[in-house]
């Protein structure tokens, strides 16, 4: 007669590992106050500026999941949040970009740190206190600063579903490797070459030029 011994089978190995897994908390993201706010909110001069090579930089996408872009097309990346006043006023200039350039340029809207979080204070001030954007205080605009990737993704599903944006949104990582290599600012914007080059660096974002510059970018392009 065969004897069963008291070693678990793999499948309770393998059920036991992915529940473990299942429920391991994320890495936390990191905050910091913006150096910007150090330099009178003049975020020109900081991270990345235009002939430099953009390094790789971890993201995430709605679904949680990490990834890192590719090169095989010019690359539109804009910073912005759920609570960030002035980025809400430049959906519509985004998504006219979008809507145009789609089909040639890979445009991003970063979702980075909350500008204005309802329950701790701003990377764009050194005041403790929460800074309530007047703006959002009218339209109604109120969210906590996410701790995980996870409520970060929440929060960029129900900046989606309110305003309808049409612009693909992904996640800067819990280490804002975006927001503190690109500049920290909260709606800045850089178009990168296929070769991983910085074509256009705007601290802050600006349809016309950025227009103009993926335009030039396009016709090198097809000249070449």
């Not at 995430?60 to 999941?65: F, I, R």
């Not at 129900?158 to 944006?165: N, V």
């Not at 990168?192 to 510059?213: C, I, R, Y």
Request: aromatic residues 8%; contains cysteine.
């Amino acid at each position: 007669m065969k004897i069963i011994g008291n070693k678990p089978s793999l499948f309770w190995i393998w059920l036991i590992l992915s529940f473990a897994c299942s429920h391991t908390p994320s890495e936390p993201i990191e905050f910091s106050i913006s150096q910007g706010v150090l330099n009178n909110m003049d975020f020109a001069s900081l991270g990345i500026q235009t002939g430099q090579q953009l390094p790789d930089i971890l993201f995430y996408n709605l679904s949680g999941e990490k990834f890192t872009i590719t090169r095989h097309a010019p690359k539109l990346l804009i910073s912005g949040s759920y609570t960030c006043d002035i980025t809400r006023s430049k959906l519509q200039a985004i998504d006219s970009l979008y809507e145009k350039y789609k089909d040639k340029v890979d445009i991003y809207l970063v979702n980075t740190l909350e500008a204005h979080p309802q329950n701790s204070s701003s990377p764009y001030s050194l005041d403790e206190e929460p800074w309530l954007a007047k703006d959002n205080i009218m339209s109604g605009i109120s969210a906590e600063q996410p701790t995980t990737i996870e409520g970060r993704v929440d929060l960029a599903e129900k900046w989606i579903k309110e305003t309808g944006i049409q612009t693909p949104i992904i996640l800067d990582g819990p280490k804002n490797g975006f927001w503190n290599q690109v500049g920290q600012a909260p709606n800045m914007a850089i178009l990168v070459s296929t070769d991983g080059e910085v074509l256009l660096k705007q601290p802050w974002f600006d349809k016309d030029e950025m227009e103009d510059a993926i335009d030039n970018q396009l016709q090198h392009l097809k000249a070449d």
